[in-house]
């Protein structure tokens, strides 16, 4: 490929991730106005949204260095071009749920309002009226407890689209440690041993 080729697709794909990253800043914002006017907090599709334009920002920054026929391949595939910042957008969702779960704590992530669950009505009903109504209830009214919170919420969104190897390298840690706790062997504890005793069945008695 010579070099005004290259400059061509590189305007080609320029233009189609201005177009795009237009389109989802419009819905991100008519996304917020809508939220304004509703109850719900419309957190999600703003999470998805952010991931999707850090996704976009990504391929921009490639672009210098991204190889001919992967350049290529982009200025001629409007598939090609949405499938990484696609892909930010569910990284961006599957990493706030860690946060909503506590697998990722700290002061660096956000915290949130938890969402009072009720599935009292499963035990003796088999419609859990009220299980079903929680769930919509945290779909419509999960959100950060405070403007830092939502501040940091928004920022790793944007990271979890702008690097693509981020969240799944969090999953593969995670399996990886659930794996290894699994894979540990159970303590064989005697008879008369106390619960603090556990070390010492597993490492013996320390030599004086």
């Known amino acids: 490929m010579d070099n005004n080729e290259r400059q061509k697709n590189l305007q080609t794909v ?19 106005y809508a939220a304004r006017k509703t109850d719900s907090t419309f957190l999600v599709p703003i999470v998805f ?41 569910i990284f961006a969702v ?36 009220a299980f079903k109504e929680s769930v919509m209830n945290w779909f419509q009214y999960t959100f950060p407890e405070d403007s830092h919170s939502m501040g940091k919420l928004l920022f790793w969104s944007f990271v979890a689209g702008f690097s693509e190897r981020f969240v799944p390298q969090i999953i593969r840690t995670t399996t990886s440690k659930v794996s290894g706790e699994q894979d540990k062997p159970p303590v064989q504890k005697d008879k008369n041993s106390l619960p603090g005793d556990a070390e010492k069945l597993q490492t013996g008695p320390k030599s004086e």
């Open 94 to 129: 599957v990493l706030m749920l860690m946060f909503l779960s506590g697998l990722i704590e700290g002061e660096m992530f956000p915290n949130f309002y938890r969402v009072p669950f009720d599935s009292s009505s499963c035990l003796d009903k088999p419609s859990c009226d």
């Open 49 to 89: 949204m952010f991931g999707l334009v850090g996704g976009f920002v990504s391929i921009q920054q490639r672009l210098p260095s991204i190889e001919a026929d992967e350049l290529k391949l982009l200025s001629e595939s409007w598939h090609s071009i949405l499938m990484i910042p696609v892909n930010g957008g």
């Open 14 to 32: 320029t233009k189609k991730l201005v177009s795009i990253t237009t389109v989802a800043v419009i819905f991100l914002a008519i996304g917020a």
